[in-house]
């Protein structure tokens, strides 16, 4: 599943409907999230196998998630492996799910600048060598023999290659060309990227194909769906989710099919878990931000952040939120002029 926003909850809620379905319990039984790294499967299986979800030690988790100094506080993750603490205490031994963190190898201990910037330029290869080793001992031991992988972005793209012909270095690629028609993806309705501002991270979004993938979805009075894209005038579409780098692909080279669940208006975001900069957990990001180069001034900038994270809980900053609206929206209206939405 090529998932949406890193805050979006609505998308983990289609995944939580998805992963807790008997169909998924009974075929699947497996999951591994592009969140939290290998190193932390320790700490996972701790709360996983605790009688009771212990929050505090959830949270400890999530800060102590790769990358990010100032941890993994998205409310989504957080509430949904809560959910799945649940679920699993509920099953049977032979049905339980398996949850697996597919990131980078890494410990904040004892982890530098330099260290971690050699982890990420193999980040994709080390996501999918994950992966594939754990999809290749269900094949040899276990009674489910599938994974369902949830990336987010151009992590989950397909076996593609860029412009001047070398493969990408995308988790998804790697798979695809590992397992060789074992691999399937699909994207999950969301914006088109197309175009970049000062680097990858600066993203100037908008929606899909000018708005109107969006405007037939809303004729079609905005009911969830799944399709093929092969077949389909949507997979037909040039592949406008990556600004211009990838566009000599069309939407049926790069995804298998794709899930419509909500308006983009209706998709609900939130960067906010109660206790998450709690005052003792402060000195320790403060020190990972030292130790990644971080200035004094942004140190200091993150102090009164995460102090005020705390004390104002009622901050809309903080609510859960609808990102695209307005004149996000405009693209897709023009097209509606039969009464649509």
């Not at 400890?60 to 649940?86: A, C, S, T, V």
């Not at 590992?178 to 991270?201: D, H, M, R, S």
């Not at 705390?310 to 039969?338: M, S």
């Amino acid at each position: 599943l090529c998932e949406r926003h890193h805050e979006d909850l609505t998308q983990w809620e289609f995944i939580w409907k998805l992963t807790s379905d008997p169909r998924f319990i009974d075929q699947v039984g497996t999951i591994c999230t592009e969140y939290g790294s290998v190193s932390q499967m320790g700490q996972l299986q701790q709360f996983l196998d605790a009688p009771k979800p212990d929050e505090g030690k959830l949270l400890q988790i999530l800060r102590d998630f790769p990358i990010w100094p100032h941890g993994w506080n998205n409310n989504n993750i957080y509430e949904y492996l809560k959910k799945f603490h649940r679920l699993n205490k509920s099953l049977p031994d032979d049905k339980k799910l398996s949850l697996c963190f597919s990131d980078i190898p890494f410990r904040w201990e004892n982890m530098g600048q330099e260290e971690q910037e050699a982890l990420l330029n193999f980040r994709d290869g080390l996501m999918a060598s994950r992966i594939m080793n754990k999809f290749m001992a269900l094949q040899e031991n276990a009674p489910r023999k599938k994974i369902l992988v949830v990336m987010n972005y151009r992590h989950a793209f397909g076996k593609i290659k860029n412009k001047n012909g070398d493969w990408t270095e995308n988790t998804g690629t790697y798979l695809f060309r590992w397992l060789k028609g074992a691999a399937a993806n699909v994207l999950i309705n969301t914006c088109a990227i197309p175009k970049f501002g000062q680097g990858e991270n600066d993203m100037v979004k908008a929606p899909i194909n000018d708005g109107k993938w969006d405007a037939a979805f809303a004729v079609n009075q905005d009911r969830p769906v799944g399709f093929d894209f092969a077949g389909s005038p949507f997979g037909a579409d040039k592949f406008d989710m990556f600004a211009d780098k990838l566009d000599h692909y069309k939407y049926q080279d790069v995804f298998n099919g794709m899930v419509y669940l909500t308006p983009l208006a209706d998709i609900t975001t939130q960067a906010y878990i109660p206790g998450f900069y709690a005052e003792a957990a402060r000195p320790e990001i403060l020190r990972r931000m030292k130790v990644l180069g971080y200035s004094d001034a942004d140190r200091q900038e993150y102090t009164e952040y995460m102090a005020y994270y705390e004390a104002h809980p009622e901050d809309p900053e903080f609510a859960p939120r609808h990102p695209y609206a307005g004149d996000f929206l405009a693209p897709i209206k023009k097209w509606l002029v039969y009464g649509g939405r």
